[in-house]
């Protein structure tokens, strides 16, 4: 069964939104990402529970910068993706992390997301 | 919606390879087991969403020498124990570090925690530079 860390609404939740092209894009809650993890030199995989209510997870892609040698470039992303998804001041708010279509990105070490499924 | 805390970890391999980093929602977070005297690990909900086998961060540490004798490394008065027998005060150090950390849910903050970070950093720039718990010198993420 999915871990279901989405909590009562206390009048806002913040969606984050990642799109590839026009047939792959996610939006969902905030609350129910379950994480990120290094997925090799420059590439990063997100993980959102499972829109569909199934016990997976939604995987994200995405390519980031990996020119300093130290990790640092994916370090920052992930402390944008982080502030992205607080919900601090702006309830409901919603937030676009990455986007490919219009070369829209959180962070400019986030260069490409490159697969959603 | 609750205000997240997102925990980050990164051993020093330049995050060039599989788990070399990850980031955590503090709100997966399970628990925490001795391993041994030097190393703990730290249990999340797993990130592929089955919420069945947790996924873990193995942080390890020095533990403590107690030489026999009225001081030692572990202390005098009531920490000194000189039975000679090595402790690992530090078990119980990094895990009282890491839940303050990960309680902290800070108002005007990106709310990103770095729990250990053992990569090169540069300098004064915030959570960036944070290296975390300091007594950590190592950390294996396992995440299936």
């Known amino acids: 069964m999915a871990i ?16 590839k092209d026009a047939d792959e894009k996610f939006c969902g809650p905030a609350s129910n990402f379950l994480g ?12 959102f529970e499972d829109i569909d209510g199934t016990a997976a997870a939604t995987v994200i892609d995405v390519t980031v910068t990996d020119t300093a ?3 640092v470039e994916m370090k920052r992303v ?21 986007d490919d279509l219009t070369d829209e990105f959180i962070h400019p070490d986030l260069l490409s997301v490159d697969a959603v499924a | 919606m609750r205000e997240e805390n997102y925990l980050y970890f990164a051993n020093d391999g330049g995050n060039d390879t599989d788990k070399d980093a990850a980031m955590f929602p503090a709100s997966g977070f399970r628990g925490a087991v001795s391993m041994s005297s030097t190393t ?30 009225a001081t030692s490394s572990s202390g005098t008065g009531a920490a000194h124990v000189g039975d000679g027998i090595t402790r690992s005060a530090n078990t119980k150090l990094v895990m009282e570090k890491f839940a303050q950390l990960a309680s902290g849910n800070r108002n005007n903050t990106t709310n990103f925690t770095v729990i250990k970070d053992l990569n090169t950093l540069p300098a004064n720039e915030g959570a ?4 975390g718990i300091e007594e950590v010198t190592a950390v294996t993420i396992t995440i299936d």
């Open chain 1, 4 to 19: 279901q860390k989405a909590v009562p609404s206390q009048g806002g939740e913040t969606f984050v939104t990642l799109i």
């Open chain 1, 36 to 47: 990120l993890k290094c997925d090799g030199a420059g590439s990063m995989k997100l993980r």
């Open chain 1, 69 to 71: 040698g130290t990790g």
């Open chain 1, 78 to 98: 992930c402390q944008a993706i982080a502030g992205a998804m607080t919900a601090h001041g702006v309830q409901g708010k919603f937030v676009k992390i990455a």
């Open chain 2, 40 to 69: 703990a690990e730290f249990f999340f909900a797993p990130q592929d969403g089955t919420g069945t086998t947790a996924n873990g961060v193995l942080l390890t540490f020095a533990d403590v020498a107690d030489a026999t004798g």
């Open chain 2, 128 to 131: 960036i530079s944070s290296s």
